[in-house]
T-cell receptor, first 115, second 113 residues
């Protein structure tokens, strides 16, 4: 039973355009959400996070939006660059339940940014 | 500074054999985690150490899996009587404290023939 779902296995965008990666979750105990980026043969690298008390967090070209009522979050990358091509994982944890260290990951979305 | 390192990067073994996978966390990080990533899946939590003790081993799939961190730094994941279903990438992560960002190593790809 997937508690964190990334329904798009892949996404292709043109350089300079916006990339939007989506993530849905089912566990209402999740209150902290993260995005990790992974290049081949490397471990996941932390990108950006958001607490459930916020609905938006921005860091440079990356913005994460959280819609708690819909149990949905999205990562926006503007403008997209070829170096952004990687697998993006959405992850969640239930901090208030005492398990904030236990990350639950989605299956990932492969983003390809074409020059 | 140095990131999380894992050795070996690749391990091929035969069904029934015993394997050890090593993780060197970032210096000064008190929390250490093991995850397993099977083909086409995201990483799945296995175990979390705070210092030398396993604070949560609820993700270990069965008693063939065991992990130690005797001096609160390097950790070893041990798998007995390996099965083909154990084939996966085993990822180690560390964080300064339990509420801090987890930094991942490159993983060990385990293949059980």
């Amino acid at each position: 039973d997937q508690q964190v779902k990334q329904n798009s296995p892949s996404l292709s965008v043109q350089e300079g355009r916006i990339s939007i990666l989506n993530c849905d979750y089912t566990n209402s105990m999740f209150d902290y959400f993260l995005w990790y980026k992974k290049y081949p043969a490397e471990g996941p690298t932390f990108l950006i996070s958001i607490s459930s008390i916020k609905d938006k967090n921005e860091d440079g070209r990356f913005t994460v939006f959280l819609n708690k009522s819909a149990k949905h979050l999205s990562l926006h990358i503007v403008p997209s660059q070829p170096g952004d091509s990687a697998v993006y994982f959405c992850a969640a944890s239930a901090g208030s339940g005492g398990s904030n260290y236990k990350l639950t990951f989605g299956k990932g979305t492969l983003l390809t940014v074409n020059p | 500074g140095a990131g999380v390192s894992q050795t070996p990067s690749n391990k091929v073994t035969e069904k029934g054999k015993y394997v050890e996978l090593r993780c060197d966390p970032i210096s000064g990080h008190t929390a250490l985690y093991w995850y397993r990533q099977s083909l086409g899946q995201g990483p799945e939590f296995l175990i979390y150490f705070q210092g030398t003790g396993a604070a949560d081993d609820s993700g270990l799939p069965n008693d063939r899996f065991f992990a130690v961190r005797p001096e609160g730094s390097v950790s070893t994941l041990k798998i007995q009587r390996t099965e083909r279903g154990d084939s996966a990438v085993y990822l180690c992560a560390s964080s300064l404290g339990v509420k801090d960002t987890q930094y991942f190593g490159p993983g060990t790809r385990l293949t059980v023939l």
